[in-house]
């Protein structure tokens, strides 16, 4: 299957510091890429989604000035959580959207685990 | 109601046993079906893939899709210990621009 990456896989920072996590498909394109949320033993929440060469979409109640997405190329998308205190502290999952001809699913990186101090 | 619904455990099972994960819906217009597996700390992985009606088999591992009763199952033969994990069924329609709407997931325990 498809392989997305994710990096860092773990994080941990002083509040008020911002912090950049970096989702790339390695061997696909992807026009959509992903970004959730995962607090322990819960489901993926989706924060928003992502356009490559354009504005994301972000779901109702997450912050757009908080948490900023660029996805400037089809294979990269950024996450980045600015000014991050300790109730960001989370498990953040990107994940790539790969549709192609019958096929549409999404291949999910490895997730990054920030704890803000 | 929530547009999927998936019992979310914990399931546990001995052993070797058949295990059944299921999933059901309310938007007719899904078309794309998936099953992915979550270790804990980890992302998810995809396990099975399915368009439209009908089984599919990978190994131990078969996935069903009753569209006429809005039900998807994932069936385990043989379970191992190493099967332990949340298992998350998802779904999207024809549109690209539709969203893949998730179940909250089931927790798998697997006992040797």
């Known amino acids: 299957g498809a392989v997305v990456s994710q990096h860092p896989s773990r994080v941990i920072c002083k509040s008020g510091t911002s912090v950049k996590i970096e989702c790339r498909s390695l061997d696909f394109q992807a026009t959509t890429m992903f970004w959730y949320r995962q607090f322990p033993k819960q489901s993926l929440m989706l924060m928003a989604t992502s356009n490559e060469g354009s504005k994301a979409t972000y779901e109702q109640g997450v912050e757009k000035d908080k948490f900023l997405i660029n996805h400037a190329s089809l294979t990269l998308s950024t996450l980045t959580v600015t000014s991050a205190h300790p109730e960001d502290s989370s498990f953040y999952i990107c994940?790539?959207?790969?549709?192609?001809?019958?096929?549409?699913?999404?291949?999910f990186g490895p997730g990054t685990r920030l704890t803000v101090l | 109601q929530k547009e999927v619904e998936q019992d979310p455990g914990p399931l546990s099972v001995p052993e070797g046993a058949i295990v059944s994960l299921n999933c059901t819906y309310s938007n007719s217009a899904f078309q794309y079906f998936m099953w992915y597996r979550q270790y804990s700390r980890k992302g998810p992985e995809l396990l099975m893939y399915t368009y439209s009606s009908g089984n599919k088999e990978d190994g131990r591992f078969t996935a069903q899709v009753d569209k006429s009763s809005k039900y998807i199952s994932l069936f385990i033969r043989d379970s191992q210990p190493s099967d332990s994990a949340t298992y998350l069924c998802?779904?999207?329609?024809?549109?690209?621009?539709?969203?893949?709407?998730f179940g909250p997931g089931t927790r798998l325990s697997v006992l040797p």
């Open positions: 998802a779904m999207t329609g024809y549109n690209y621009g539709q969203n893949f709407v």
């Open positions: 994940s790539a959207r790969e549709p192609s001809g019958s096929t549409d699913t999404q291949y």
